[in-house]
């Protein structure tokens, strides 16, 4: 079963010497990496012969054999380049490249994808520019800047539309600009939408003994680098692929058993097995939100030396259910083949990110643990079902709703129900997708938590030296990494209840599990090596979970040999119920020198009538989160106090829901300092704030 007969029409652009594009793309949680393979298909058919991959997967050099480069980068951290752009990043800025005019052939065009919350909005792209700038390219299309606030004059909680609103017009503008400056020769036209692009990688079926290869090919049929995965699992001697120990408990005494992923783990490099000891709800059964503290040990991680736990996030690789993934096998028709093994060949670059390949991966382990079937659908992968559908009124529909227009029908119909593919799948039956075709799934992203624990993670192992030097840790050290997650229910516009990927196998998840996490070290601008970290003031700001970044780094400062040398600490937290979710309460008085203010928005007050009629008015009036129950209004109310730290070089960190929190936990702190006399006006406390002189600014928001 391949291509089916009745399918688009495949067509394959025509090579034109000299018609060159390189996408590179720098990307944390997939939104960048998306944007990267749409503009690559929209320039493949305008004939350009392109190549996309991260930028890590390329050179300085490289960027000179193409005639156009386009750049599509997020910004992360506090203003910082992706994880995946490190390492070309660096070379860029190399400082004996200053004044070459290196890159004077590179004529290229930059797209950002960022957060105006954020107080440096789009800096990795704006950084990258001026960088790309100055070693001599040139600018051929003027560059894009998302945001995920932007509302475009219309209130939107939706991400992916906030996006597109300056995403679109910049990708039309891009394709009219692509072909007038660089039109096509006479009878070559662009490849139309309705004509399917050839894949980029070749799955076949293998028989059922030796070993699956995963292979990458240069590009011409060559093999020219195998790695199977007992090789992977040698290289990563820290991951187990150990199937017998990775059973979950309820599946060794093979009865009752529920409809929950295996536990099979996955070939993940640099990842850790660790094992589930607590899944523990946190808020009351009939609070809104099901909040959970769970917590994973693992056996030495091969830590080197002291680190910071503040800011580290703990990666976790969710399954699909078992349910799930036979009703897309149905759904499909791919009963015949779901138990068959599969191999891959991938044209050099084109491996997806984050797709890490069982041993001996059958096409229904690929879907349990590696396709996000429940994931809301992106507009191409709709576009892409248009071509696998013989049922012309749903392919006109299919068509309709990905028109890129000013409709919101795509929006409405995806991601405000936030229907997942498999929902979407089961609305359009008529559309089969050969199996051929399986990497057009969006691969299953890890999902990031911030670590809630800090100070020394060992257990059972109180005699851990920790040194700057060797790893002194042995085998039986176990770390213990504890998070806090908020599981997500949506309650959409369709009336069925709906939950996240992650938050459904969180849910669930047994203790005793074993597990595949992966740790990304802290995105904290401050250092623990820094004895100043212990001792100067600290001023928290947290909302809901974004009191578990809060929590580490308090943890890691009471590691401070003498608890009287502990600089003061405020902790202004938001939750809603001082019964329900006010976080780690009981821990806060055992911490020295720290005063904490919640701010519970749902509790009624004791505070009197008049200071009632005034938030009312000026609630009336529009001043936006004058409400007192909100850690902005405890900040203005504790202003004197705020303005004392503020004066010794504080250390501030903003953690929670992103949104409006950010931004009006910043003017608050201006209005603080305003108040308190550190600075003379607003203007002043304008960028007060982002000088290292004056304080570490931290915001971890999400
Ligand atoms: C931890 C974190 C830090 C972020 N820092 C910034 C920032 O400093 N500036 C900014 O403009 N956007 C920031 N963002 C927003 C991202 O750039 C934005 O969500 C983007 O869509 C992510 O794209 P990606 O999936 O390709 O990484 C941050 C997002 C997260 C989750």
Redo the contacts with the bound molecule.
């Keep these: 079963m391949g291509e089916p007969v009745l399918a688009a029409s495949v067509a394959k652009p025509t090579t034109m010497e000299g018609r060159n594009l390189i996408l590179l793309?720098?990307?944390?949680?997939?939104?960048?990496?998306?944007?990267a393979m749409e503009l690559a298909k929209m320039a493949e058919r305008l004939h350009f012969n392109t190549v996309v991959g991260e930028m890590d997967d390329f050179k300085l050099t490289d960027l000179l054999r193409y005639s156009l480069a386009i750049f599509?980068?997020?910004?992360?951290?506090?203003?910082?380049m992706?994880k995946n752009t490190t390492t070309l990043w660096k070379s860029l800025r190399r400082t004996k490249l200053n004044n070459t005019n290196c890159l004077a052939s590179v004529k290229f065009s930059i797209f950002?994808?960022?957060?105006?919350s954020?107080?440096?909005?789009?800096?990795?792209a704006r950084k990258l520019r001026v960088r790309l700038l100055q070693l001599g390219a040139s600018e051929f299309f003027r560059p894009g800047e998302?945001?995920?606030r932007h509302e475009n004059g219309r209130l939107t909680h939706n991400?992916d539309y906030r996006?597109d609103s300056i995403y679109l017009p910049w990708y039309q503008e891009l394709r009219e600009s692509l072909l007038s400056q660089f039109p096509l020769p006479k009878g070559i036209e662009p490849i139309p939408d309705d004509a399917q692009l050839p894949p980029k990688y070749n799955i076949r079926l293998v028989p059922s003994t030796g070993s699956v290869k995963d292979k990458i090919t240069n590009g011409e049929g060559h093999v020219s680098q195998v790695e199977d995965n007992e090789q992977l699992a040698a290289k990563f001697e820290r991951m187990s692929t150990d199937s017998e120990s990775t059973e979950a408990p309820w599946q060794k005494d093979g009865t009752d058993v529920p409809d929950f992923p295996p536990a099979k783990l996955l070939p993940i490099p640099g990842s850790f097995t660790a094992q589930v000891v607590c899944n523990k709800r946190v808020t009351p059964e009939d609070h809104w939100q099901d909040v959970r503290h769970i917590e994973f040990e693992l056996r030495s991680p091969g830590r080197n030396g002291a680190m910071s736990f503040a800011g580290q996030t703990l990666l976790i690789y969710p399954k699909n259910y078992p349910k799930d993934v036979q009703k897309l096998i149905d759904l499909m028709g791919w009963s015949d083949v779901a138990e068959q093994r599969i191999e891959i060949d991938w044209a050099k670059g084109t491996r997806p990110r984050d797709y890490h390949f069982l041993k001996d991966a059958t096409i229904r382990d690929a879907l349990t643990h590696n396709f996000d079937i429940s994931a809301v659908p992106k507009r191409t992968f709709l576009e892409f079902m248009a071509y696998h559908t013989t049922n012309p009124l749903e392919k006109e529909r299919l068509h309709e709703l990905t028109q890129r227009g000013d409709s919101d029908e795509f929006y409405d119909y995806t991601s405000r129900p936030r229907r997942t593919i498999l929902e979407v799948l089961e609305d359009f039956p008529g559309v089969k997708i050969p199996y051929t075709r399986l990497l057009e799934f969006p691969i299953i992203r890890p999902r990031?938590f911030s670590l809630c624990n800090g100070g020394d993670p060992t257990v059972n192992a109180k005699d851990l030296v920790i040194s700057n030097e060797q790893d002194t840790t042995t085998s039986t050290d176990v770390y213990k990494f504890e998070i806090l997650a908020a599981l997500v229910h949506y309650r959409t516009i369709i009336r069925k209840p709906r939950q996240g990927l992650c938050s459904r196998y969180l849910r669930h998840l047994p203790v005793g599990t074993t597990v595949q996490i992966g740790i990304k070290p802290p995105?904290s601008p401050f250092s623990m090596d820094d004895p100043s970290f212990y001792s100067r003031p600290l001023i928290g700001v947290a909302t809901g979970t974004g009191i578990a970044p809060f929590r580490a780094l308090l943890q890691d400062r009471c590691l401070v040999q003498d608890q009287q040398q502990l600089g003061p600490t405020l902790l202004f937290f938001g939750c809603r119920n001082a019964a329900a979710d006010f976080h780690f309460q009981e821990e806060w008085g055992t911490v020295p020198n720290l005063t904490v203010y919640p701010a519970f928005s749902r509790d009624n007050d004791s505070s009197s009538t008049e200071e009632e009629t005034k938030l009312a008015l000026q609630r009336a009036a529009g001043i936006y989160d004058a409400g007192k129950n909100y850690v902005q209004y405890q900040i203005r109310q504790h202003a004197a106090k705020v303005g004392e730290l503020l004066r010794q070089n504080p250390i501030i960190v903003v953690c929670g829901n992103?949104g409006r929190m950010p931004k009006s936990v910043r003017e608050a702190l201006e209005d603080a300092a305003v108040g308190s006399g550190v600075v003379a006006d607003r203007e002043e406390a304008k960028g007060w704030f982002d000088r290292k002189e004056n304080c570490v600014y931290w915001?971890?928001?999400?």
């Design positions: 793309y720098g990307s944390e949680t997939g939104n960048g990496e998306e944007i599509v980068t997020s910004t992360t951290g506090q203003g910082d992706p950002g994808l960022g957060d105006s954020y107080p440096k909005f789009n800096w990795a998302a945001d995920e991400s996006l990031e995105s992103s915001q971890e928001t999400w």
